[in-house]
């Protein structure tokens, strides 16, 4: 064929290359090595130099590859390891042919689906094939559309090697990193019932991966980690209330003069006391002690006050004694956790609970110039810069934002709840967007010996 003339007629040219392309057809099918690469030399003569040479048409070349590439598909599963990487290698060579590219005659050819009952070996040499020609080819402009891998894919996804399935699944979810949702449809419903099935949930859980959403099985650990936590957190209130019943057994009822400091560990405010009701005269010692029918209903009056909060005056019907125990514990803009010991104390107090009361009492010192507690890491430099606000003996001191307001229990109120109040109370936003279920109290005593240590 080299020494045929250039001015050879086309229809001579033609005949010729068909004549060496049923050669090539027979070189294929033999078993000896060195026939088998004589008839891929000859293939890659005819496509590659013979074709444009002779100015032969596409129809020439389509001619010539499907009458030889069905026969090299089948070489690929050959048993002799040369045989097979010979096969295969040309046939990914053949793929970027000048002539033979721009018909994408090769990708469509090796991604016609396969039977189920294909011998193993062959079945998997042209699934890691049409992998490795997707890889080198990609979507664009290849021959590959989503339809026909798909199609090739799911055929494969039926056949009884799992190794072949193996590959599959690979390509499958190349293919949704670079279209998405498209190769869903070719696959099952995403259900309980297909995710029943080992493969198919392997691939839902690829795509839910490659989505960036967690898979079912973490889905069921995190729901179960909640339930866990929550159940966690209920018997911690309980007990916490618990201890707050066991505390308002002994408290005054609230007419007594209320919003007084009694004693380490109570709630406190830094407001002056103000005139309340005349108080309940108090049995002098010796005298016998309340029923517990008596208890209970001062426990229950202590907590259930027209279902009010006792520091921010927000009125609830869900202020049952668990109810208002929450509120407290999560959402009261006059209250905060203490980081430290996780007890909840009212904001104006935080410093004198920090430097007295806090178990980590011992790690903070006051500083005489703002009254705020530092950890004492930091008092040393506190005191050296001097640039803290100063507090001023007339005024209150916010342990928040460092600024000096007018005295009294509404002025803190206004401060730590109002629009324009301290803009680092995390709980005022909240307090604010909240859809109040009733109006909000004014006025309310606290109750005598409400404990920080009771609300965790």
Request: hydrophobic share 30%.
């Amino acid at each position: 064929m080299k020494e045929v003339e250039r001015a050879t007629p086309k229809d001579d040219a033609r005949a010729m290359m068909k004549a060496a392309v049923f050669l090539v057809h027979k070189g294929i099918k033999d078993k000896v090595v060195s026939v088998f690469k004589a008839a891929l030399e000859l293939l890659k003569y005819v496509l590659q130099d013979f074709v444009p040479t002779y100015k032969l048409t596409k129809g020439d070349v389509t001619f010539a590859v499907e009458k030889t590439l069905p026969k090299l598909l089948i070489k690929i599963g050959n048993t002799a390891t040369r045989n097979r990487d010979e096969a295969r290698n040309f046939i990914l060579e053949m793929t970027h042919f000048t002539d033979v590219q721009p018909l994408h005659i090769v990708p469509l050819e090796c991604v016609k689906p396969f039977k189920v009952n294909l011998a193993p070996r062959l079945a998997l040499c042209r699934m890691e094939l049409i992998e490795k020609m997707y890889q080198d080819l990609g979507l664009d402009n290849s021959g590959f559309i989503t339809e026909n891998v798909m199609t090739f894919c799911t055929q494969a996804l039926k056949h009884h090697s799992g190794s072949v399935r193996e590959v599959a699944e690979r390509i499958i979810i190349s293919l949704y990193k670079a279209v998405g949702e498209p190769v869903k449809s070719y696959l099952p419903p995403d259900d309980d019932k297909t995710r029943k099935n080992t493969l198919y949930r392997q691939l839902f859980e690829a795509f839910d991966k490659i989505d960036g959403k967690p898979s079912k099985q973490e889905l069921k650990k995190q729901q179960a980690s909640e339930e866990s936590n929550k159940a966690a957190e209920i018997e911690a209130l309980q007990a916490q209330l618990q201890q707050l019943k066991d505390m308002g057994a002994s408290v005054k009822p609230p007419g007594d003069t209320a919003g007084k400091n009694t004693g380490k560990g109570n709630l406190k405010s830094n407001q002056k006391d103000k005139k309340k009701a005349p108080a309940k005269k108090v049995a002098p010692k010796g005298v016998k002690k309340p029923t517990k029918a008596s208890e209970e209903d001062d426990t229950s009056t202590l907590f259930n006050i027209d279902k009010t909060c006792i520091f921010c005056g927000e009125k609830d019907n869900a202020f049952t004694e668990e109810g208002l125990d929450i509120h407290y514990w999560k959402s009261c803009p006059m209250l905060k956790r203490c980081a430290n010991c996780k007890q909840v104390v009212e904001i104006a107090s935080l410093s004198d609970h920090l430097t007295t009361e806090c178990d980590s009492k011992a790690d903070f010192a006051k500083c005489p110039r703002c009254t705020e507690a530092l950890p004492k890491s930091e008092y040393d430099q506190h005191i050296k810069d001097k640039t803290c606000n100063p507090a001023e003996t007339s005024k209150s001191h916010c342990p928040l934002c460092h600024e000096n307001h007018t005295q009294g229990e509404e002025e803190w109120k206004t401060h730590l709840m109002g629009k324009t109040g301290c803009k680092h109370n995390p709980r005022r936003i909240a307090h604010l967007n909240k859809q109040p279920t009733g109006a909000k109290g004014k006025g309310v005593g606290k109750p005598v010996g409400v404990k920080a240590k009771g609300i965790r």
